[in-house]
């Protein structure tokens, strides 16, 4: 009978402690909740990307440069018409964009990132980053896109391997939700 007691009166002690467990964030199924370890990182790696291909009035693009935000064999897939163009990072620099500076006489060119969202998982990232493309002024973008950056982490710190990305365009419109809130 004392044991029954000491039984009984154990239950009404936990029954009337208020427990807390406490969830911890790898538990949630929200990807709301998740938080991307390296996107700082992440987003600085497309940034110096963009940055890598634009320059100012007066400055000379920076051809050899474009390459270190790249991995060596980095690809770039582009759906400007109705298939496909996919070409090397090397051949992205030079002919395409070198030809493209010099045979536009493009005086500036700038893109930049108006909205950005990175998944990361250990040493694999994607971030959509839907852009903007000034030329030779800032005044009006001439070009509005996403792209789809593929990264890897590399001793050096996050590298491109490759971009897939299209443009707006007569019946093909950003989704509000690649673009800012």
Same mark, same amino acid.
């Given at each position: ?35 991307? %370890?390296?996107? *700082?990182? +992440? ?9 890598? /291909?634009? $320059?100012? !009035?007066?400055?000379? %693009?920076?051809? *050899?440069? +474009? ?9 770039? /897939?582009? $759906?400007? !018409?109705?298939?496909?163009q996919v070409v090397s990072i090397t051949e992205f620099v030079d ?5 493209? /500076? ?20 250990g040493r694999i990232a994607e971030r959509i980053s839907t852009y ?50």
């Amino acid at each position: 009978m004392k044991n029954l007691l000491i039984c009984l009166a154990c239950v009404w002690v936990l029954a009337s402690c208020k427990m807390s467990v406490k969830q911890s964030p790898d538990d949630s199924l929200s990807t709301d909740a998740y938080k991307v %370890p390296d996107d *700082s990182a +992440i987003t600085k790696a497309v940034h110096d990307a963009y940055a890598a /291909i634009s $320059f100012k !009035t007066g400055e000379q %693009p920076r051809y *050899s440069e +474009i390459k270190n935000y790249f991995t060596p064999k980095a690809q770039l /897939i582009n $759906f400007r !018409t109705d298939s496909a163009q996919v070409v090397s990072i090397t051949e992205f620099v030079d002919p395409l964009y070198k030809g493209f /500076i010099e045979s536009n006489h493009v005086k500036s060119f700038y893109e930049e990132e108006i909205f950005g969202k990175t998944e990361q998982f250990g040493r694999i990232a994607e971030r959509i980053s839907t852009y903007k493309t000034y030329l030779n002024t800032r005044d009006t973008a001439v070009e509005r896109g996403v792209n789809s950056f593929q990264l890897i982490k590399t001793k050096s710190g996050w590298k491109v391997s490759s971009i897939i990305w299209d443009v707006e365009k007569p019946g093909l419109k950003i989704p509000g939700y690649y673009l800012k809130k």
